[in-house]
């Protein structure tokens, strides 16, 4: 006990003695740091359901004009994007009604893609929509529950009863079918877009680094083209071929004495998975280019973004272990940009020139690029 205080003492007596600040700080009221923290917050949440629009409304049309790509893995979409404070993220709650303008009784429409089915209906932002053919949108959950509901009835033209400055109203809005895969957009300053097959996360580093439209299109179009080409599943095929020839190896050390502890095992299995990885982001980007186009972008100038990749990250100018430098994306982008203009004054298909043709009976894929970015 008594070297505890005597320790505890000794500490009290080494901080006292620390070097502190010499300035003499202006005060602060905690009034005035709350009500700032409040306007950065209120700031943050307007500016991320911005640039959440900026993507929605581009992944709409990729995803549109695109769907046959998809393999009949689609759902029926209307481009508009319905919230309450409580369907929000839990961290948002406080201050997204005054900084969204919502209601805590019924959603709010905080976003509507131009030349949506949703805008064709006359639906603008800050109407309430209250239900779906009779059925009441819930409160929690809302974006979920709409994009379920629209799965399960698909293309059919629907009732949307609306409420505007107290006035109710009923529109029909006509859906159209698109690829299913749905967009998670991080706010966070990482450059990198990423698929597992089940959905496209974009970061919002990415985003603010994408300075066109067509840029950001090719993005995403980079990742859907990662899943409808199934490179997933072949890059899992050479991780088992390296696993299964690594593990030959190491039973023949094994039969002569040496044991290895699997070691070429693990080796060729990270060889395998690779392998033709650098080939299968160049596929990505030249079949992503032919979306971005499909869905009405001007790929002319897009590969720029490939400089200011370079500028952002040094190391991919020179070196990438699993993915093209930034050169080589750059000059591909331009000549696919060329190849699709040339087209276009031809008024032939935009279609990719592939070793095969695409066979819409396959199967779709999916593809993971989670660790190692765009």
């Given at each position: ?5 005597l ?5 009290v ?78 961290r ?51 974006a ?99 696993w ?81 430098i ?11 940009a ?19 043709p ?7 894929q ?9």
């Open positions: 006990m008594r070297r505890d205080v320790g505890s003492a000794l500490a007596g080494l901080l006292a003695a620390a070097c502190a600040p010499a300035s003499r700080l202006p005060a602060l009221s905690q009034n005035d740091i709350e009500a700032e923290t409040r306007l950065q917050q209120i700031a943050h949440i307007r500016k991320y359901y911005s640039e959440l629009h900026r993507v929605d409304t581009i992944a709409f049309r990729i995803r549109t004009a695109n769907r046959a790509d998809c393999h009949g893995w689609e759902s029926a979409q209307i481009g508009l994007h319905a919230a309450t404070p409580q369907s929000l993220p839990s948002y709650r406080s201050y997204s009604r005054e900084a969204l303008d919502l209601t805590w009784a019924r959603p709010t429409v905080i976003s509507v893609v131009e030349g949506s089915p949703a805008a064709g209906a006359g639906i603008t932002i800050g109407d309430q929509i209250i239900a779906l053919n009779g059925e009441l949108i819930p409160v929690t959950g809302t979920g529950w709409m994009a379920g509901w629209l799965k399960h009835h698909g293309a059919k033209p629907l009732q949307a009863n609306l409420r505007r400055d107290g006035v109710d109203r009923t529109v029909t809005i006509t859906p159209v079918m698109g690829c299913a895969i749905p967009i998670v957009y991080m706010a966070d300053a990482t450059i990198d877009a990423a698929t597992d097959g089940d959905r496209i996360i974009i970061h919002s580093g990415m985003v603010m680094l994408a300075k066109s439209d067509a840029q950001l299109a090719h993005i995403i179009g980079h990742e859907l083209a990662h899943a409808n080409l199934g490179h997933l599943d072949k890059r899992l095929v050479n991780t088992v071929a390296g299964v020839g690594g593990t030959l190896i190491d039973a023949g050390f094994l039969s002569g004495g040496i044991s290895t502890g699997g070691a070429f095992r693990k080796e060729f299995a990270k060889a395998g998975a690779r392998a033709f990885s650098v080939n299968f982001e160049r596929e990505a980007d030249y079949v992503g280019a032919y979306y971005a186009a499909r869905a009405g972008y001007d790929m002319a100038g897009a590969e720029e973004f490939w400089r200011e990749l370079g500028l952002a990250h040094p190391d991919s100018i020179r070196f990438a272990r699993t993915h093209p930034t050169a080589v994306r750059f000059l591909q982008l331009k000549k696919v060329a190849e699709i203009a040339d087209k276009r004054g031809r008024n032939l298909p935009l279609m990719p020139e592939l070793k095969s695409y066979s819409h009976e396959a199967p779709r999916s593809f993971s690029n989670s660790g190692n970015g765009l």
